[in-house]
């Protein structure tokens, strides 16, 4: 319940956070440069590795790895186009089924991509940037557990939807590189979560600290 609880609060918050930031980004960039939408691989502003430990539903622990590429920016060079790759691994798991009066143990594995939007609450540049994110993915997930009752839940495709909270500073004398600590909470079935993860960017085109 608790853990429920806590994945739709950082949901309802992270969504609340996305509609003021973008209030913000649309008052807060008024060049005609800054209206222009510049989206696509002759934009990508950064590409991002990073690595996480998740709180995920029906009591399991698990660590991922990911790959996120800003893809440029719509309107305003504070609203960011991503796009994200992880993959996650659970720690083993037992979980007992009562009708076969047996407790199997295993792991799952989710593989996901996302589509998001990110703002940034200041500009993209600056040498410490929050923002908030949101956006819509699919998930493919995997197990062995050896029973249809579990197996049937993580052997399937899903939908899901994230909002996400986090920072991004820069490092460095260059204006290249970048820490990114992000919180997200994801909701899709079964696989519901909230996470923490930390990564390693690297800057490109409108993104570099001049």
Do not use: C, K
Request: aromatic residues 6%; proline residues 1%.
């Amino acid at each position: 319940m608790l853990r429920r609880l806590s994945s739709r609060l950082a949901l309802y918050t992270a969504l609340l956070l996305v509609a003021a930031a973008t209030r913000g980004a649309a008052q807060g960039n008024t060049s005609a440069e800054g209206r222009r939408a510049n989206v696509g691989l002759a934009a990508v502003g950064a590409f991002v590795v990073s690595g996480g430990w998740a709180d995920v539903e029906h009591d399991f622990q698990a660590v991922s790895t990911s790959a996120t590429v800003d893809l440029g920016h719509l309107r305003s060079s504070r609203v960011r186009l991503l796009a994200d790759l992880e993959y996650l691994l659970t720690l083993p798991h037992e979980e007992r089924v009562e009708e076969e009066g047996r407790t199997y143990r295993d792991v799952f594995r989710d593989l996901s991509a996302h589509v998001a939007l990110a703002f940034h609450a200041t500009a993209t540049t600056a040498r410490v940037s929050p923002y908030v994110a949101t956006g819509v993915g699919v998930h493919i997930l995997s197990s062995t557990f050896g029973t249809l009752s579990i197996d049937r839940r993580y052997n399937t495709n899903n939908f899901g939807l994230l909002a996400a909270a986090g920072v991004r500073a820069a490092v460095g004398g260059g204006g290249r590189r970048a820490v990114q600590l992000e919180v997200r909470g994801l909701q899709a079935r079964d696989v519901r979560r909230v996470s923490v993860r930390v990564g390693f960017a690297a800057l490109f085109n409108d993104l570099v600290r001049r």
